[in-house]
DNA sequence: CGTAATATTGACTCACTTCAATCAACGTGG
DNA sequence: CCACGTTGATTGAAGTGAGTCAATATTACG
């Protein structure tokens, strides 16, 4: 256990987009007893049924993704994270796992002692409440997903998946130019968005035939954002992208 | 706004089942200004796109839900709350509501203020962490919504909303005996599991010519627990129930 | 370079939707 | 107390979006 600043300093930054934090926050937050560590592609960072951990991770760099078991064996991915999105905020203060996490791509976390966040959540109100922001904003994500499987078809759920993510990534300052990596594979979309992976490969191919999506490899990039946005009926309003003026 | 006792009781009791409360905390929550309200049913107590209301509110009787329109019109509840329940924790801390929240049935609630409710939950550790712990079980609650809807059949989609309401309501003591009243229309019960009214007539006909569910009116009971959590695939411990050990 | 994982395509099937009636329940006014 | 209107439930027939099965191409990678 080191105790350096970069790698928290992005901590600060997200959390910085959340609430104000004064300087005493910021300094409370770098000196977070924490842990780097990597996980290779498909390593579980979390498995449904677990305990907590001692630590709760940070991802610096990387993916990684949340997914369900149906009884019969069926796979449901509920989240997609990517760097600067906390992985376990959602089980910070319950004594079991209800889902596995695992990892996307490879992936760098920051783990922080979970007891020292909770203290920190529960006794400083800025950080309390960056912390309390980051995670609804997490329920608000997976109420869209709700509707984004439950009411859309197959074109708009798949474009939806693709807005989704270019916006968070671009609000994460992950993009550089207009396209960007997409890290799933078919099957893994298809997870996502409660389809079979043979019809999204047919889908994303009618999204590239029509023009509106662009595909190179894992490359997407988008012709034309409002005809995406358009098919996907993308609302960025439920990614509570601007909250820093706070409530 | 008054302050006597019995109404918020309720509140403390159902937040002593998220965290232990010490009698100062007990206190803190019976010393908050309030306002009792009531709804029709039918009527909007939030609407997507509303700035926080002044009151947050919580269910002293009825039901409520929360939903979602698609650009194209189509609606999707995204979850169903009952006595006990906080109906707008959801946006706390969020400047804007990303979705509207309905009566569903005649409505009792408690508004406490918004900003007194942020100063107890940042302010008293044990409220803080019972809060949130009913935050993030709302979060796991809309995770298996997204399985459900995304990788379960219409027959095991409507036996897991049965399930689930069932359980809560008795856990939330809203049972006497083995029926129960399930407040949503079947159209609304479709918009709920992603599905079409007609077909969720014809799945739940199913279900009740299979003998698994017995039904009179919108009074519901089971005739056998086992085969519907069977054909539902149902597992509680996303409700995670027994959370008053605390984190 | 070989081999496994991923992507693609075709042909066929089916769960769920759509459209369209009909029926039942319930509140309301005369 | 009953006709009537409105909302919700039920049923049938036909259509379709997405699934299934299965083969082949392509890519990634040790």
């Given at each position: 256990?080191?105790?350096?600043?970069?790698?928290?300093?992005?901590?600060?930054?997200?959390?910085?987009?959340?609430?104000?934090?004064?300087?005493?926050?910021?300094?409370?937050?770098?000196?977070?007893?924490?842990?780097?560590?990597?996980?290779?592609?498909?390593?579980?960072?979390?498995?449904?049924?677990?305990?907590?951990?001692?630590?709760?991770?940070?991802?610096?760099?990387?993916?990684?993704?949340?997914?369900?078991?149906?009884?019969?064996?069926?796979?449901?991915?509920?989240?997609?994270?990517?760097?600067?999105?906390f992985i376990d905020l959602q089980h910070?203060?319950?004594?079991?796992?209800?889902?596995?996490?695992?990892?996307?791509?490879?992936?760098?976390?920051?783990?922080?002692?979970?007891?020292?966040?909770?203290?920190?959540?529960?006794?400083?109100?800025?950080?309390?409440?960056?912390?309390?922001?980051?995670?609804?904003?997490?329920?608000?994500?997976?109420?869209?997903?709700?509707?984004?499987?439950?009411?859309?078809?197959?074109?708009?759920?798949?474009?939806?998946?693709?807005?989704?993510?270019?916006?968070?990534?671009?609000?994460?300052?992950?993009?550089?130019?207009?396209?960007?990596?997409?890290?799933?594979?078919?099957?893994?979309?298809?997870?996502?968005?409660?389809?079979?992976?043979?019809?999204?490969?047919?889908?994303?191919?009618?999204?590239?035939?029509?023009?509106?999506?662009?595909?190179?490899?894992?490359?997407?990039?988008?012709?034309?954002?409002?005809?995406?946005?358009?098919?996907?009926?993308?609302?960025?309003?439920?990614?509570?992208?601007?909250?820093?003026?706070?409530?």
């Open positions: 256990m080191s105790n350096s600043y970069p790698v928290l300093e992005r901590m600060v930054q997200k959390l910085s987009t959340r609430a104000r934090l004064d300087t005493d926050d910021r300094q409370a937050i770098l000196a977070l007893p924490f842990v780097e560590r990597s996980y290779h592609a498909t390593t579980y960072v979390v498995r449904e049924g677990d305990a907590p951990r001692r630590y709760c991770d940070f991802i610096s760099e990387g993916f990684a993704f949340r997914q369900k078991l149906t009884a019969n064996g069926g796979r449901q991915i509920v989240s997609v994270h990517l760097a600067g999105d910070l203060f319950l004594n079991i796992a209800d889902h596995s996490v695992q990892a996307l791509t490879e992936l760098k976390v920051v783990g922080v002692e979970r007891k020292a966040l909770q203290r920190i959540a529960l006794d400083r109100p800025a950080i309390g409440s960056a912390l309390w922001i980051d995670a609804l904003v997490d329920s608000s994500i997976y109420r869209e997903w709700v509707m984004n499987i439950g009411r859309r078809d197959a074109r708009a759920r798949i474009a939806h998946l693709l807005c989704e993510v270019s916006v968070r990534m671009r609000a994460a300052d992950l993009i550089s130019e207009e396209k960007f990596e997409l890290p799933l594979t078919q099957e893994q979309l298809a997870d996502a968005v409660g389809l079979t992976p043979v019809h999204v490969n047919r889908t994303l191919k009618s999204l590239v035939d029509d023009g509106v999506v662009y595909r190179d490899k894992r490359y997407i990039s988008f012709t034309d954002w409002g005809a995406i946005v358009g098919i996907a009926g993308f609302n960025p309003l439920y990614l509570h992208l601007d909250q820093t003026r706070g409530a």
